[in-house]
């Protein structure tokens, strides 16, 4: 049969087998199964407390599994002969967790109690255009390439161009970017007639100068996991949902600033992945290098915005997902803190791990639009503007008061070209902390858990599409369906000791501070590409430092720290405590540099056009 591949997966040997995995968005997860002896897991009590990690039995070189051996797999995994072995891999491989016998309440929302500071907020002076324009007028980093939402508002206001005519140019370059090979490949769906109409609305505002907001006409791009009416919610999935009726609330704010929406970007299909492969929609391309990934699942939102298509997007991040594609692509990219933004009306609305975040190519940008979700679309079950939310786009505290905390033992595993980065961003504070981060190998698994417990709840999908699925998604499936409630209900107890470990490091420093990714976007396999692919050793090192911030619901930013040898984005990522975003903006706006223009170049407008 052809099965000698399985010698390499060791996968009957099942006394050695463990699991790593990798969580995006929206009741999704990508399960990797990672060969070897088996680890020892322990609990970590005060007087134990180190700066050394914990993860050492996480990492395993492991084989690309992808063409028609992940096809056989798959098919092995999804048949009678699979059952066991699904069944298996899927509480063992818990085990750490699920046995080590924690006595902790488990946390299901990971939402914390407000902010206790009384801090200003900026809620009031939010609505006003003027106090956007100056907001950012002070605080936009000048790009000689990239235009930001106040150059097209400028111009627009001047009468140098008008949102229509930018749609138009849009349209024009979009179509560039797919005769071209490969095709880039970031927007999957497009209903020019809509984009032209909201356009047409906002350039009559703009001619009678009442505009919205400083967003009114600009283009942005949308995640195929939000609803946005008149378009099909499919999460990447080749066969799609029915045509939404209304917008989600997130999606219904932005319209309501005047933003126009080009479409719904491409992603990694269910969120089920790090690298933004999509054999079924096509496969997202890097800008800066087509040949390498993107990063995932938010694939297609980094790359109309890298490219120049957009000056924003909206994302989702269950496991890096907006940070993972904003590093691998060279943006700023942001995920707030859990319950900040209304998931209902989306794909996502059950997840205890996702928010929804905003890519964009500077900060100011994306700390006001971001501010502005928070205000028209707060989540109504966790969230009340005001001071004890702070609805702020720069602390009160300054740069050089803020406190950064690191663990060097964690950034030592990093590729040696993204420590080299992040030791230059580290070289650039004034002081920085050494934390100590225990029980991460625990944590890991227990965040995979909950992915996957919250994976299959979407049976509708499984049940309905399975024929239409990529090999890579029913493997999951197959394994979600083996969870337990103990599973569960341990996982969210470490999640509860998880969130102790935070709350101990922000009472000594206001940020912590680590590299977005432990490596660099890997070069994407042909094979790949028809098949998609298991990779575990790249997985682990890419999702190394950003599932804790699902886990714990904090707030965190990635903001592109340099560039490779060979000119591939390496990001340093911020975590902030809950509801305090407006720390990560004062540090991201002083720590960001000026982007590259990419190889895979396509902004509507040039800088002197504008």
Known sequence: LGLDFLKDLRVWDLTTISITTFVLPAKSSLVILSMGEK??????????????VDLNSLIRPEPVINGWKLKLFSGIMNSVLGWPVNKYIASSNLDPVTKAGLEDQPTFYPVQPPCDEQITSDEENLMSIDWQREYLKENSMSSPHYQSVLDYHNAFMKGILTPEELIEQIKLKIEESEKQDPPLRCFTQLNWDLAKEAASQSTIRYNRKAPLSVLDGIPAGIKDELNIKDFRTSSGRAEPNPINEEDCNVVAALRSLGVVFVGITNMHEMGMGVTGINPNMGTARNPHNDQHVTGGSSSGSAVSVSSGIVPFAIGTDGGGSVRIPSSFCGLQGIKPTFGRLDASNTTLDTSTVTSIGVLANN????????????????????????????????????????????????????????????????????????????????????????????????????????????????????????????????????????????????????????????????????????????????????????????????????????????????????????????????????????????????????????
């Open 39 to 52: 680890s020892e897991y322990h609990l970590v009590e005060e007087e134990d407390i180190s700066m050394k």
């Open 363 to 610: 900060v100011a940008d994306a700390s006001l639009i971001l501010n502005l979700m928070f205000v028209r679309a707060s989540d109504p079950r966790f969230f009340s503007p005001g001071k004890f939310h702070p609805v702020r786009c720069l602390s009160e505290k300054s740069f050089s008061d803020l406190k950064f905390g690191t663990n060097m033992d964690y950034i030592s595993y990093c590729n040696k070209e993204v420590q080299k980065a992040f030791e230059g961003i580290i070289s650039r504070l004034k002081s920085v902390t050494e934390v100590a981060m225990n029980e991460l190998a625990l944590s890991k698994i227990a965040h995979a858990c909950i992915i996957l417990a919250e994976t299959a709840q979407d049976q509708k999908t499984w049940q309905t599409q399975q024929s239409t699925l990529t090999y890579q998604t029913k493997v999951v499936y197959c394994l979600s369906n083996r969870l337990n409630l103990q599973n569960y209900m341990q996982s969210s107890a470490q999640k509860s000791r998880a969130i102790k470990m935070f709350k101990s490091i922000f009472e000594k420093v206001d940020i912590l501070i680590t590299p977005t990714t432990a490596c660099l976007p890997k070069k994407i396999d042909p094979a790949s590409l028809i098949t998609g692919e298991f990779d575990e050793s790249n997985l682990l090192m890419t999702m190394w430092f950003v599932y804790l911030a699902n886990l714990c619901g904090l707030p965190a930013m990635t903001v592109n720290a340099g560039y490779s040898e060979d000119g591939l984005p390496i990001g340093v990522m911020l975590t902030a405590p809950w509801w305090r975003e407006d720390l990560l903006f004062t540090a991201a706006k002083e720590l960001e540099t000026g982007l590259k223009k990419p190889s895979r170049w396509y902004c509507p407008v040039s800088k002197n056009q504008s």
